[in-house]
């Protein structure tokens, strides 16, 4: 059997660049005042160029141990890395046109979404993919 062609965009997505996310977080629930204390995206080209933004994120509120526990960020990591609101236009750079691709992306979104709007802003992630759908599915 020859071998196959591989590529980093999948074949149903010609064409289209990919941003793969990943948010840590002060707590499980944006509503209850939670807040992101950590992003990552890696954004995949058509040609598959990668372009990497990833930042610690001053959440101004404290970390839950449940957090902590989790995601080992402490509150002294975070205390001088910059607002949500300063890393908005790399993250706009990352996200613009591309298939947002996260696991369990309600969880990222709901805090995208939140701290967007405490920036005065509207989160539109029109073309989504969540892994931890696809995986529940195949496995």
């Known amino acids: ?7 980093k965009t999948p074949h149903y997505l010609p064409g289209v660049p990919l941003a793969f996310l990943d948010v840590e977080t002060t707590g499980l629930s944006p509503s209850a005042g939670h807040r992101v204390c950590e992003i990552a995206i890696l954004r995949i080209e058509t040609d598959g160029t990668e372009r990497v933004f990833e930042s610690l994120v001053n959440p101004k509120r404290r970390i839950s141990a449940g957090a902590f526990a989790v995601n080992g960020i402490t509150e002294d990591m975070v205390r001088t890395a910059p ?3 300063e890393l908005l236009p790399a993250m706009d750079e990352k996200f613009a046109g591309a298939v947002l691709v996260a696991h369990n992306a309600p969880f990222d979104l709901g805090f995208l979404e939140s701290e967007f709007r405490r920036a005065g802003r509207t989160a539109a992630f029109d073309r989504v993919i969540d892994t931890l759908g696809i995986a529940r599915t195949l496995l």
């Open 1 to 7: 059997m020859p071998p196959r062609k591989t590529s």
């Open 83 to 85: 607002p949500f609101p």
